[in-house]
């Protein structure tokens, strides 16, 4: 009896596309909830739907992300299938260059080169977890020629594995100079974006100068070495994020990661603790509860009649037909946009608000020098 592994390969293609290939450009999709089960009707139609799905789909992963037993070089796609890519995003974090996680980064955007694809768009967003706060004044987020991220996007523009290389910086900037340097060397095949759709070469924010100071330079003068400052950086390295690591929510305060004391988590010794267990103790007995247990009873009672009388409602409801179709309306993008610009403010804000008590307990020469105010000491 003939099956689907008989069919000509332009009609299986025909099916691989209707099943598998994006269709949010689609003005009529029809695509149903098991349209992945096609990858486990036989090993054929395995490896073909695969390569089809990872050929004619834009794929996004985070960088770092922590490796698996089938996935050790872009997780969570498994290595046999990286050869397959054509359209990849890729959400990187930057950081001072001597942390791992600057150096896991620029690991795996030197990888792109190596795994055999062929790229027809490579996007690359390079972002900073930083608040603006921390980041006018530090160094962190801005890599120079030598940044290991910096020297891998070197090595991925000259290995010629993209069509296109589009980076995008968000929160982080090149040194002077850098951008402009790959620039002139990769024009036909490198652009920079301001957001997700809009390129510019526009150098001013692009780049930005050197300050010479970084989140952790503090750490220094107290004592602490290098190793000692990754290994705070370093963390909760074990907990990596699972939502996108473009939202507004990766924001955090430099200094809340690194600084191991905080007024905040202060604890005070036995002793101490003691004392005052034995004076609440003492202020408790002479103390009457709240609420009475007649108040509780009554409003027990209160309770369970409205539960009842609700109940009566919710019989009326069984004959309302739940499979009918209800239209919604669709969210107009530019207030989706707003929404998210207002998340992304209120993220800056809080992380700015740790940041500034943590650089005012630990770190004023950071207000000094950006603000001038060296001659107040």
């Known amino acids: 009896m003939p099956n689907f592994s008989d069919m000509p390969a332009e009609l299986r293609n025909a099916v691989y596309s209707e099943l598998l290939q994006d269709t949010q450009s689609c003005k009529h999709p029809r695509r149903t909830d098991n349209e992945l089960a096609l990858f486990t009707v036989s090993k054929q139609l395995h490896d073909e739907s695969t390569s089809y799905f990872y050929q004619h789909n834009g794929m996004d992963i985070d960088a770092p992300t922590h490796a698996t037993r089938t996935a050790t070089i872009l997780p969570p796609i498994a290595d046999k299938y990286l050869q397959f890519l054509r359209r990849l995003t890729i959400y990187a974090t930057t950081a001072q260059a001597k942390l791992p996680v600057a150096q896991r980064v620029a690991s795996t955007i030197a990888t792109l080169a190596t795994i055999g694809a062929n790229f027809e768009e490579l996007h690359i ?16 987020s801005i890599m ?16 010629g594995v993209a069509k296109i290389t589009r980076i995008e910086l968000k929160n982080a900037w090149f040194a002077t100079g850098v951008a402009q340097a790959l620039h002139a060397k990769y024009d036909s095949r490198l652009q920079f974006l301001l957001n997700a759709k809009t390129p510019t070469t526009d150098f001013v924010v692009l780049e930005r100068h050197l300050t010479g100071h970084f989140a952790s330079s503090h750490l220094t003068s107290l004592g602490l070495d290098d190793n000692d400052i990754a290994d705070a950086h370093c963390s909760d390295a074990g907990s990596m994020r699972s939502t996108p690591s473009s939202l507004p929510s990766s924001l955090c305060s430099a200094f809340a990661d690194i600084d191991t004391f905080s007024v905040d988590s202060f604890r005070l010794s036995s002793d101490d603790t003691s004392e005052i267990g034995e004076s609440n103790d003492k202020s408790d007995a002479s103390e009457q509860p709240f609420f ?14 409205s539960e009842e009388a609700d109940s009566g ?15 919604i309306e669709d969210v107009p993008q530019d207030f989706i946009d707003a929404l998210m610009s207002g998340m992304e403010k209120t993220a800056h804000h809080v992380a700015a608000e740790a940041d500034m008590t943590y650089i005012t307990n630990f770190a004023p020469d950071l207000l000094l020098h950006i603000n001038h105010l060296g001659h107040l000491v």
Do not use: C, F, M
Not at 293 to 300: A, M, P, R
């Open 125 to 140: 967003l390079i972002q900073s977890p930083l608040s603006k706060l921390i980041n006018s004044r530090v160094d962190d």
């Open 144 to 159: 120079d020629a030598k940044h290991p991220i910096t020297v891998a996007l070197w090595n991925l523009l000259e290995s």
């Open 292 to 305: 009475t247990e007649d108040d509780i009873e009554e409003w027990q009672n209160s309770t369970q009649e």
């Open 313 to 327: 409602g919710y019989e009326d409801l069984e004959d309302i037909d739940v499979d009918e179709d209800v239209e």
